[in-house]
């Protein structure tokens, strides 16, 4: 029994390797750069809050939740905002990447890269969003086909002879 363990152990590393197949640096996805009339701080808040508003803090369908990681590198003066589905927190969906436009200290503008998975819905009107939200300051979610908004559903918890139970899904 002891031989296996290390063939066991190699197999699940490499195994949990393959699973996490999200938005990387090295890879081929789909990516918009572009410039905002604003400092680069002002531009990552408004990231930041595009992401929360259309992505964390909604329900959707079937409990499925996103989370978000926010991060900040001083030396560099980039901000990064990461999305992620809440049960696979590896696999990157959209990163969202703001750098001013020239040296920190003169520097009046900033410049926005987005990256998505490029599956739907992280794909090119994800993207388009993540634009208009951040150069308007206004956060203005992806629209799916047809033009509605992406789907949602308002859940509430089951009732089970007029006591509410606790909602599992979240």
């Known amino acids: 029994m002891s031989v296996f363990r290390p063939l066991l152990a190699s197999a699940l590393v490499l195994l949990g390797g393959c699973a996490a197949e999200g938005v990387k640096p090295d890879g081929n996805f789909p990516t918009l750069t572009f410039p905002v ?9 408004r990231a930041s809050e595009f992401v929360r508003v259309c992505h964390t803090d ?3 369908a079937y409990g499925v939740n996103y989370l978000a990681n ?30 001013p436009d020239g040296p920190v200290n003169t520097a009046r503008y900033a410049t926005v890269t987005v990256t998505v998975l490029g ?3 992280w794909d090119q009107p994800e993207m388009e969003a993540v634009r208009r939200s951040i150069q308007s ?13 992406a ?18 899904g979240n």
């Open 119 to 121: 599956a739907d819905p």
């Open 151 to 168: 789907p949602l559903l308002d859940r509430t918890a089951p009732v089970l002879q007029g006591v509410p139970l606790p909602d599992a």
């Open 70 to 99: 926010t991060s900040y590198e001083e030396r560099t003066a980039t901000g990064t905002v990461s999305v992620y589905k809440r049960t696979e927190p590896a696999k990157l969906l959209e990163v969202i990447k703001v750098r």
């Open 137 to 149: 300051a206004t956060p203005s979610c992806r629209q799916g086909p047809g033009g509605e908004a």
């Open 37 to 45: 009339q604003t400092d680069y701080m002002a531009a990552f808040r």
């Open 58 to 60: 909604v329900v959707y």
